[in-house]
């Protein structure tokens, strides 16, 4: 096995980082992971990644620790820490460049690959260089590769556990400059940097009263039924520790609404951070004091061959929510009202295209503002597509895509407004719906009205939350998203 640089061995090169050294190499470490995202966007063909940025980069140490990560896709980058240690159990060798999408080793759900490259120097793994992007289609049994009726994993693509394969990397050759310019004092920095965001992390932990805080939410089926799938959540605040754990939660379901554990913790990271201080950095101090608990074979921890492909975009949504919830009780000031709440996940396609879009809606108000509109919330972080890119890249045309106006709830602080966008076919194709909030509308908080409950609609007669349908050209699909709650009477 490569031998690996553990920084922890560093530790006297630490003790000689002065807080203007650590603050100019955290800097550097984060404009390597902001530069590798720049590139895979410029270099990318699908507007998938060009325009709306469904993608993630990061740079991890030798032993699998978050160091850096660009202002990407939250579920994306909370789950990374899984992949690189399946990588790690690969016996990386120095050149190698690891593929992997297997939402049971690393991955989040199929059309998000990942590729997985280790850094190194002189024969020893420096560290690791991981990008992730949402893929178009990846082989699921309708275009786009998220079936809203499956019921299996192999119905929804090809899986691909880590696979090895040549090639070498931006972030790679960036992070050696850097050793070479630093040498030792780069590694010492990597511990100073995550030691340093643990440690703000714990002291906004301590303003948080002890406690055991509960929530329960649900999702509205799971494209085979629209049965309600309870999510249950305890967050124990304990000191400088917070645990979550999610028993009571339901168990695997048959359809793809099914969240690997990963994603729980993205979602569960995410949380975290949004009600501590934001300008703490990113990396793996911040999962230090988190732990995550979820029953095997639950909802949040399914076993193969679970259908999971909606779990990563819709599931993740309402662990955000439920979370929130909780700790509404233990730091209200803290704590927004309901957003939206997914994702909107639209997918239209044929054999000759794929179109995917996560369509915007409604932020929940904050204790001091109102909430904004027409944004993604919670764990997506993507662009919109262009009217002029979508028109000229697919078979469609934007009959409508504005805001929905008076969709957010009143209140002291008003909730943001929900969009509208609606797509006219012009060839016969295949559109899946995955969505949620369309029966449980966002809730306001202190006294504050509900955000408006989304719709789907094929040519004005309203359809499931969740369906895949074969759709004629000259069909309009519109998609009416929820708005977010309002904050206070």
């Known amino acids: 096995m490569t031998d690996e640089i553990d ?28 530069e590798m995202g720049q590139v895979l966007i410029r270099g990318a ?15 991890f140490d030798a032993t699998g620790r978050m160091i850096a990560q660009a202002e990407h896709i939250p579920v994306h980058l909370g789950a ?46 420096l560290g690791y260089t991981v990008s992730r992007a949402h893929h178009a289609d990846v082989g699921g049994m309708s275009p786009g590769s998220m079936p809203a009726g499956a019921r299996d994993i192999q119905q929804e693509g090809l899986r691909l556990p880590p696979v090895r394969r040549a090639a070498n990397d931006r972030g790679a050759r960036r992070l050696l400059e850097l050793y070479e310019e630093h040498g030792d004092r780069l590694l010492a920095a990597f511990d100073a940097v995550i030691d340093y965001s643990r440690s703000r992390l714990e002291s906004e932990l301590r303003e948080i009263p002890d406690g055991e ?26 000191g400088t520790s917070v645990e979550v754990d999610f028993t009571g939660t339901a168990g695997q379901v048959a359809g793809n609404v099914n969240a690997p554990l990963p994603v729980a913790k993205s979602a569960v990271y995410f949380v975290i951070r949004c009600v501590t201080d934001p300008d703490i ?5 911040c999962y230090e004091p988190v732990t995550v608990y979820a029953p095997a074979g639950s909802l949040l921890d399914p076993k193969p061959p679970a259908a999971v492909v909606g779990g990563n975009v819709e599931t993740s949504q309402r662990v955000t929510d439920v979370v ?10 803290r704590v927004p009202a309901q957003g939206q709440g997914t994702m909107n996940n639209l997918i239209v396609g044929s054999s000759a295209f794929v179109y995917y879009e996560t369509i915007g809606g409604g932020a929940g108000a904050n204790p001091d503002s109102d909430g904004l ?10 662009r919109n597509t262009p009217v002029e890119a979508l028109e000229a890249a697919y078979p469609l045309r934007v009959e409508e895509y504005a805001l929905r106006t008076g969709s957010g709830g009143d209140g002291q602080f008003r909730g943001g407004d929900g969009l ?38 094929i040519d004005g007669e309203e359809v499931p939350a969740k369906m895949t349908r074969e759709i004629d050209a000259g069909t309009t699909v519109r998609v009416e998203t929820p708005g977010g709650g309002g904050y206070g009477e």
């Open 45 to 59: 063909y699908s507007p998938n990644i060009t325009e709306r940025r469904d993608c993630s980069t990061a740079l």
């Open 213 to 238: 805080y509960r929530a329960t939410d649900a999702l509205e089926g799971d494209g085979v039924t629209d049965a309600a799938i309870p999510i249950e959540v305890a967050v124990r605040v304990d």
């Open 281 to 285: 950095p990113p990396n793996h101090g």
């Open 7 to 34: 920084p922890g061995d560093r530790a006297d090169d630490a003790e000689a980082l002065d807080a203007v050294d650590l603050e100019i190499l955290r800097n550097q470490l984060e404009s390597v992971a902001e």
């Open 324 to 333: 929130f919830a909780a700790l509404a009780d233990a730091a209200p000031e």
């Open 80 to 125: 990374m820490p899984e992949a690189v240690a399946a990588v790690r159990d690969c016996d990386p060798q120095p050149g190698d460049v690891f593929a992997l999408n297997d939402p049971f080793t690393g991955g989040t759900h199929l059309p998000d690959v990942t590729l997985v490259a280790p850094i190194s120097h002189e024969g020893d793994i």
């Open 420 to 457: 509208v966008r609606a797509l006219r076919m012009e060839t016969d194709a295949t559109v899946s719906l995955l969505t949620e909030r369309r029966s449980r509308a966002p809730s306001g908080v202190a006294g504050g009205d509900d955000g408006a409950s989304g719709r789907n609609a």
């Open 373 to 382: 509109s027409g944004v993604q919330v919670g764990m997506t972080n993507t």
